[in-house]
């Protein structure tokens, strides 16, 4: 039998060997425990939280490697400001088959633009399910219009003839449907942009504009076969002419995409629309634009007209000659 001695002896080696085994069994296995219990209490909460994986896995020299995976977490869209202008963006669409990529490209965009009321014109005889539904699945301020082009004003062969305004009657509309909700006497501060779905637009340009008094400026990328189009600006901060090569001695040789305008300005003059007849090529801009300023009511930004905020891009032009007359692929597909 062995004597108390010996036992004492035992009990003293082998007591501190289990303690340390206990504590390092538990070191490991509590991170992995406190990560589940978090994700249980985020899952409670339905919030769009990270999640966090832990896989251990022996090696041949016994060495343990963690992976962690995360997600991205961003609310949508930001939350709104009682202090900030509203900018209403303007964009008239159509039906082709890059339009969800187009959509999809340019809500993503705005998403990131506090403050921002998306007014979205469908050129056709009424509101599609796909554009309707793109829009809800955004979580954006939207307003959902449609109108459709008459037949003499549609395109007809080359989609880049300048003398065809397409677009013109939906941002039309868009402008009377503001004049409609806020009324000439609403103090509602705002801004009115007009963007196109193809363009591509810096999350800088949107709060530029946002300091808008009457019509702010700035250059627009690979338009009028150039690098980019501008206006002049003096040293003075002044825009005196304009920096193109396609017909410069227009009243306003600018972009769509390179202006914006107080809404109040909108409000308060009723006349002002883009014109559909009698306008040549080019001059859609200045038939808004000569309604509400003159050259010297204009505010260059972007430091001073210096640094390129949009780009006029398009995206290619798919090619579907395998689909056939009658589709090889699943009509019922959203693309």
Known sequence: MP???????????????TLLITVWHQSAITPLLATRKDDRR???????????????????????????????VYSRPPPWSDVLPTVHVITPTYSRPVQK????????????VPNLHWILVEDSQRRTTL?????????????????????????????????????????????????????????????VYFADDDNTYSLELFEEMRSTKKV????????????????????LGKVYGWKTVFDPHRPFAIDMA????????????????????GVKGGYQESSLLKELVTLSDLEPKAA????????????EKPVL?????????????EI
């Open 3 to 17: 004597k108390r001695r010996d036992i004492v002896a035992i009990v003293l080696i082998v007591l501190p060997w």
């Open 304 to 315: 001073n007209c210096t640094k390129v905020l949009v780009w006029h891009t398009r995206t």
């Open 101 to 112: 990529a187009e959509l999809t490209r340019l809500s993503n965009t705005l998403l990131h």
């Open 131 to 191: 554009v309707g539904r793109l829009l809800q699945e955004t979580g954006l301020n939207y307003t959902h219009l449609n109108v459709e082009t008459p037949r003499n004003y549609k395109v007809r062969g080359d989609t880049r003839d300048p003398r065809i305004p397409r677009g013109t009657i939906q941002r039309n509309l868009a402008l009377r449907w503001l004049r409609e909700t806020f009324g000439v006497n609403s103090s509602q501060s705002g801004i």
């Open 258 to 277: 390179g202006f914006a305008v107080n809404l109040r300005l909108i409000l308060s003059k009723p006349q002002a629309y883009f014109k559909l007849r």
């Open 42 to 72: 985020d899952g409670r909460s339905n919030s769009r939280n990270t999640f966090a994986l832990k896989e251990s896995c022996s090696l041949q020299n016994r060495d343990i490697m963690e992976v962690v995976r995360t997600e991205y």
């Open 321 to 333: 000659v395998n689909e056939g007359k009658k589709g090889f692929t699943d009509s019922n597909v």
């Open 216 to 235: 702010s400026v700035w250059p627009v990328a690979f338009v009028g076969g150039l690098r980019y189009e501008s206006p002049k600006v003096n040293t």
